[in-house]
T-cell receptor, first 111, second 113 residues
Framework: SQQGEEDPQALSIQEGENATMNCSYK?????LQWYRQNSGRGLVHLIL?????REKHSGRLRVTLDTSKKSSSLLITASRAADTASYFC???????????FGKGTRLSVIA | DVKVTQSSRYLVKRTGEKVFLECVQD?????MFWYRQDPGLGLRLIYF???????EKGDIPEGYSVSREKKERFSLILESASTNQTSMYLC????????????FGEGSWLTVV
């Protein structure tokens, strides 16, 4: 399976702290995406980073990509209780193939 | 605003019943997907379709079939539901298969008793 792996599986932090989640994958990619899922709901796209990019920002989100290590990280700064959700990375490989999702990191932000 | 609509949010079916999960997208996307989500296993692709009447197996197609008669509609069919198919089912769509953003529906919770 080409499924990516998120680390940690679960993360609990206080409001105002930063949250970092990592994703590792197995083969060369075209891009890597992060999605968010509120409990019991569908996934929502957060950010996409291409294989030739190293860092990308969107509001309080910062994503890095290290293709030599086949890994990415998602940083949420100054976390809020509303950030409580599961976060998934998804990798896009070459050719016409669907995205492959990891198993997710469950983030709990405690007010 | 883009929208993927799954017709049923919660369903309870009996073992052996034929179950239809319907999904409609309003974005004129070529590609549609059905995923299954279980605790600890993440999202697993059941089937996807890249055009009307075209379908491809995903990672876990056993026990499922799909139908895409119109571009905007993609149906997941459980021919004879079993208890191990109790799960959350997510439908999604995307413009291409070249790494585009995927848009998800809200999910359908299926319980087979």
């Amino acid at each position: 399976s080409q499924q990516g792996e998120e680390d940690p599986q679960a993360l609990s932090i206080q409001e105002g702290e930063n949250a970092t989640m990592n994703c590792s994958y197995k083969t060369s990619i075209n891009n890597l995406q992060w999605y968010r899922q509120n409990s019991g709901r569908g996934l929502v796209h957060l950010i996409l980073i291409r294989s030739n990019e190293r860092e990308k920002h969107s509001g309080r989100l910062r994503v890095t990509l290290d293709t030599s290590k086949k890994s990415s990280s998602l940083l949420i700064t100054a976390s809020r209780a509303a950030d409580t959700a599961s976060y998934f990375c998804a990798t896009a490989y070459s050719g016409n193939t669907p995205l492959v999702f990891g198993k997710g990191t469950r983030l709990s932000v405690i007010a | 605003d883009v929208k993927v609509t799954q017709s049923s949010r919660y369903l309870v079916k009996r073992t052996g019943e034929k179950v239809f999960l319907e999904c409609v997208q309003d974005m004129d996307h070529e590609n549609m997907f059905w995923y299954r989500q279980d605790p600890g296993l993440g999202l697993r692709l059941i089937y996807f379709s890249y055009d009307v009447k075209m379908k491809e197996k995903g990672d876990i197609p056993e026990g499922y079939s799909v139908s895409r008669e119109k571009k905007e509609r993609f149906s997941l069919i459980l021919e004879s539901a079993s208890t191990n198919q109790t799960s959350m089912y997510l439908c999604a769509s995307s413009p291409t298969l070249r790494g585009d953003t995927i848009y998800f529906g809200e999910g359908s919770w299926l319980t087979v008793v």
